[in-house]
């Protein structure tokens, strides 16, 4: 009875100590042009945005997801954000608007399509 009580205790800690993930309907690639899909772009207009579980790439910053949680449809994202050696934490906001993506990147706001 105390293994099971144990193992049941340990397996709820590790739940609430689990780090929270981008869900499926935000992981992908999106772009603000879908002509952008494809190429590397060098500014948030003409670079895709790439989600994933843990992480974001959009132009030249590659970001760690920190902080995160959820709020119906959008995910608030403390990103721990990587460009030119130097490390910014970043407030980053994805939310789904019916097919596309509304993204606010460090007060930056921009409406993306799911590249194909």
Known sequence: MKVRILISSTALALAFASPAFATDQQIGRWAVDPHNCRLPGETHASAPLTVMPLALRW???YCIV???YKADDALYIEGRCHKDGVMTRRPIT??????HLAVTWNGEHAEMQRCP
Request: proline letters at 0%; zero cysteines; hydrophobic letters at 50%.
């Open 66 to 68: 920190g902080k995160m």
């Open 94 to 99: 994805l939310a789904m608007k019916g097919a």
């Open 59 to 61: 132009a030249d910053e």
